[in-house]
């Protein structure tokens, strides 16, 4: 039934109530007969639009016996969030009802702009330190470098509060400021540094060559210029020569905008289908296909995922595999297959409400599932012994090369030490594109030209 003729009778119901029952310290009866003229129309009403009268009935009366007689004082309008967030939580985990600073940070999220200073930062020793400032950021305008360790923020030290809660204290409406308490690395005293707070970009797309050829592109989580920067991220790889393999790190990403996973994914495909959303009706199924042009002209392409690649991620991991475009290396996947949609409502509030299951292209459901890697690799320390490390130029009095070439370093025992899942995902990588080389030169020397020769 219309959504604008439920609201208006269960408002009109509750206030029947409200305006009927005194507010009491005790309890009391309940009174049937609270309003004769306006209750009959109103259950008549209910009965055509098959709203169930006597629920609503009992919610009402609930709602006027806390008031009431509960030992302190409510607010109603806590007491009625509260309720809709019951609604909601009985429905599934990811519905839920955002009030206006939610729905704020929500926005925030998926547009990946608020007003800031332009840090990433970590926790040490119980103070914030900056990992990085971003470009052309009131903080790297300040000076502020990767080290520096921030003591107070405004007039709060830092000291006892978690990262979200110093992060919250540096971001505001652009154009306020902040004064920080800094001690840079290598300085004995702390120094006071104002900013002024202005737009800041979050960046979800990292990207580095791990070797000549293979490349890394991380995905942090997908917000609507998620596609746009994957893309530049990848130009920018080949701005010397193209790329022979990609590693495409989905780990520990939960997701986020469904057309940035679209985006992504197409940027790997020729054709097909990517995923496909199904809701309550039949009718209202919608499919996201790809369009022509691989950026990496099927060079071969590695996914890496872990327990925490969900939802969005999930639905990149699992185009690209039903469509044998990439490996996925790592553990299963989170396994979240449903698709939200955010509803805004008056009040600047919101209701973020389950509407539809995604499938993969094969029209496989990853909900409470995940996706299965094609190499499982799973998280391990690595200690590497001596012996195997052990090389002819570690040892003392060892000969020089006679064309005076330095001794090589090997880089993948480092990535291994720092980061086996990645190692892994770059040997396997390495072996495709190996493979594919060796293919190519056994296609080309036993081509019909060279077996005309010899014959």
């Known amino acids: 039934m219309p959504i604008?003729?439920?609201?208006?009778?269960?408002?009109?119901?509750?206030?029947?109530?409200?305006?009927?029952?005194?507010?009491?310290?005790?309890?009391?009866?309940?009174?049937?007969?609270?309003?004769?003229?306006?209750?009959?129309?109103?259950d008549e009403q209910a009965k055509k639009q098959g709203v169930p009268v006597d629920e609503l009935r009992a919610f009402a009366e609930v709602l006027e016996r806390i008031r009431g007689a509960y030992i302190e004082k409510v607010d109603d309008r806590e007491l009625l969030e509260s309720a809709i967030r019951?609604?909601?939580?009985?429905?599934?985990?990811?519905?839920?009802?955002l009030t206006p600073d939610q729905f704020d940070d929500l926005q925030t999220v998926t547009?990946?702009?608020?007003?800031?200073?332009?840090?990433?930062?970590?926790?040490?020793?119980?103070?914030?330190?900056?990992?990085?400032?971003?470009?052309?950021?009131?903080?790297?305008?300040?000076?502020?470098?990767?080290?520096?360790l921030i003591l107070k923020i405004d007039d709060t030290f830092v000291k006892g509060l978690s990262l979200n809660e110093a992060v919250e204290l540096m971001r505001g409406k652009i154009g306020s400021k902040v004064e920080l308490m800094v001690l840079s690395d290598g300085d004995d005293n702390p120094h006071q540094v104002t900013l002024t707070r202005d737009r800041i970009q979050m960046h979800s797309v990292r990207a580095r060559m791990l070797e000549p050829g293979l490349g890394y592109l991380r995905i942090s989580q997908f917000q609507n210029n998620?596609?746009?920067?994957?893309?530049?991220?990848?130009?920018?790889?080949?701005?010397?020569?193209?790329?022979?393999?990609?590693?495409?790190?989905?780990?520990?990403?939960?997701?986020?905008?469904?057309?940035?996973?679209?985006?992504?994914?197409?940027l790997f495909l020729n054709q097909g289908l990517i995923v496909y959303t199904q809701g309550?009706?039949?009718?209202?199924?919608?499919?996201?296909?790809?369009?022509?042009?691989?950026?990496?002209?099927?060079?071969?392409?590695?996914?890496?995922?872990?327990?925490g690649t969900a939802s969005a991620s999930e639905i990149v991991s699992g185009a690209l595999q039903d469509q044998s475009r990439a490996i996925i290396v790592g553990s299963r996947t989170f396994g979240k297959g449903s698709v939200q949609t955010v509803l805004p409502l008056s009040g600047d509030r919101a209701?973020?409400?389950?509407?539809?299951?995604?499938?993969?292209?094969?029209?496989?459901?990853?909900?409470?599932e995940g996706i299965t890697p094609d190499i499982p690799v799973e998280v391990a320390k690595v200690e590497l012994r001596h012996d195997m490390q052990l090389r002819e130029a570690d040892l003392p009095?060892?000969?020089?090369?006679?064309?005076?070439?330095?001794?090589?370093?090997?880089?993948?025992?480092?990535?291994?030490?720092?980061d086996y899942p990645l190692s892994q995902a770059l040997a396997i990588l390495k072996g495709i594109v190996l493979s594919r080389h060796i293919s190519a030169d056994n296609g080309a020397n036993n081509s019909p030209d060279d077996a005309s020769a010899s014959q």
Do not use: W
């Open 4 to 42: 604008a003729k439920t609201t208006a009778y269960c408002a009109a119901l509750l206030l029947t109530f409200l305006m009927a029952s005194p507010s009491i310290a005790a309890p009391a009866p309940a009174d049937n007969n609270t309003d004769n003229r306006t209750q009959p129309a109103l």
């Open 226 to 266: 998620t596609g746009e920067d994957t893309r530049k991220a990848i130009e920018k790889l080949e701005k010397d020569a193209p790329l022979k393999g990609l590693v495409l790190d989905l780990r520990n990403n939960p997701g986020g905008v469904l057309n940035g996973a679209v985006e992504v994914s197409d």
């Open 280 to 307: 309550r009706e039949e009718s209202s199924r919608n499919d996201f296909k790809a369009t022509p042009g691989d950026m990496l002209k099927g060079a071969p392409l590695v996914v890496l995922v872990n327990g």
């Open 86 to 97: 019951g609604m909601l939580y009985e429905l599934d985990p990811h519905s839920n009802y």
């Open 351 to 368: 209701l973020k409400l389950t509407t539809a299951r995604y499938y993969t292209p094969k029209g496989r459901s990853i909900q409470a």
């Open 397 to 418: 009095r060892h000969l020089d090369n006679e064309n005076g070439d330095q001794p090589a370093k090997n880089p993948a025992n480092k990535l291994a030490l720092e």
């Open 111 to 148: 547009t990946g702009e608020f007003g800031g200073l332009g840090i990433e930062v970590t926790m040490e020793n119980g103070f914030v330190k900056v990992v990085t400032p971003v470009d052309d950021s009131p903080a790297s305008k300040a000076g502020i470098q990767s080290g520096d």
